[in-house]
């Protein structure tokens, strides 16, 4: 079993839709949570961190967090089709210390916002 | 500031061959990254580096081999090439005091 999973997707929404992405992980030591967005032929990007639980809210999107049920999603509000691209969550235990801030990805969801 | 940069862009390998990935950042930053990125299998860590002249495995380094020899540049290297090895290929930097990871643009191996 991964220690981070996502499904995959692909989702395909129509513009203004509200976007729902989602992560389940299995480490319990994790406390940093992040969402990575990647265009296509393009290196990922940070788009919205977390730390413990919680939510975060920036723009049109907002991170979400629990601890308790080992989840995570990133809501993306009235999508357009410029947020097409593969989100991909990913975790680490801490920034810095013994992990030397590794990360733990997920394995993406490819997300289309069609006009 | 070019940030992190890879070379080369794209390669065509033979099984058997080899060759070496370059990753070269101008943020001063102390850790970098090896990551490959297969469909389905989001990024996995080959190997990372917490200062020049140190190296780790990460989760999957079988096959590749890692030298950090200048603070700036962070070479990945395989020394006979397999199919299995065919994938994207990305560098990552980080500050040390921020959880924030930094990507290049990637390399694209074909191994036939």
């Known amino acids: 079993q991964k220690e981070v999973e996502q499904d995959p997707g692909p989702l395909s929404v129509p513009e203004g839709a509200i976007v729902s992405l989602n992560c389940t992980y299995s480490n319990s030591a994790f406390q940093y949570f992040m969402w990575y967005r990647q265009y296509s032929r393009k290196g990922p990007e940070l788009l919205m961190y977390?730390?413990?639980?919680g939510n975060k809210e920036d723009g049109r999107f907002t991170a979400q967090v629990d601890k308790s049920s080992k989840y995570i999603s990133l809501f993306i509000r009235d999508s357009q089709p410029s947020d097409s691209a593969t989100y991909l969550c990913a975790m680490s235990p801490n920034a810095g210390g013994t992990s030397y801030g590794k990360l733990t990805f997920g394995q993406g969801t490819i997300l289309t916002v069609h006009p | 500031n070019a940030g992190v940069t890879q070379t080369p862009k794209f390669r065509v390998l033979k099984t058997g061959q080899s060759m070496t990935l370059l990753c070269a950042q101008d943020?001063?930053?102390?850790?970098m990254y090896w990551y490959r990125q297969d469909p389905g299998m989001g990024l996995r860590l080959i190997h990372y580096?917490?200062?020049?002249?140190?190296?780790a495995k990460g989760e999957v380094p079988d096959g590749y081999n890692v030298s950090r020899l200048k603070k700036q540049n962070f070479l990945l290297g395989l020394e006979s090439a397999a199919p299995s090895q065919t994938s994207v290929y990305f560098c990552?930097?980080?500050?040390?005091?921020?959880?924030?990871?930094?990507f290049g643009p990637g390399t694209r191996l074909t191994v036939t």
């Open positions: 943020m001063n930053h102390e850790y």
């Open positions: 977390t730390y413990s639980s």
């Open positions: 580096s917490v200062g020049e002249g140190t190296t």
């Open positions: 990552a930097t980080r500050e040390g005091i921020t959880y924030e990871q930094y």
